[in-house]
């Protein structure tokens, strides 16, 4: 059974930096696209950043030149470095993964349990 376990949320004051981590486990034979995506109370959930096994990018306009996204694909781990941390940045960030299991005849998205950022003012 494959799954994704998130790291490296917390509290952290305007202007801050975090930096999430994301591994998946269980036996996996690929996996394409890796993101982050984060839902505000009372909002949908929004794509934050997407990278594909190759190494392109996809940024939200809204976290452009602040945040960089990464991944290890031999670690099977996707990292979100974010920087300049603004009040509005606050979320529960969950990782995202299209994979294809062992014995799955197809890959599917799986996603993580979330965790909190909270940037104060």
């Known amino acids: 059974q494959v799954q994704l376990v998130e790291s490296g949320g917390g509290l952290v004051q305007a202007g801050g930096s975090l930096r999430l981590s994301c591994a998946a486990s269980?036996?996996?034979?690929?996996?394409?696209?890796m993101g982050w995506y984060r839902q505000a109370p009372g909002k949908q959930r929004e794509l934050v950043a997407t990278?594909?096994?190759?190494?392109?990018?996809n940024y939200a306009d809204f976290v452009k030149g602040r945040f960089t996204i990464s991944r290890d694909n031999a670690k099977n781990t996707v990292s979100l470095q974010m920087n300049s941390l603004e009040p509005e940045d606050t979320a529960v960030y969950y990782c995202?993964?299209?994979?294809?299991?062992?014995?799955?005849?197809?890959?599917?998205?799986?996603w993580g349990q979330g965790t909190q950022v909270t940037v104060s003012s």
């Open positions: 995202n993964a299209n994979m294809r299991p062992s014995g799955a005849w197809f890959t599917r998205d799986y």
């Open positions: 990278i594909t096994n190759g190494g392109t990018t």
């Open positions: 269980g036996i996996i034979l690929s996996i394409n696209v």
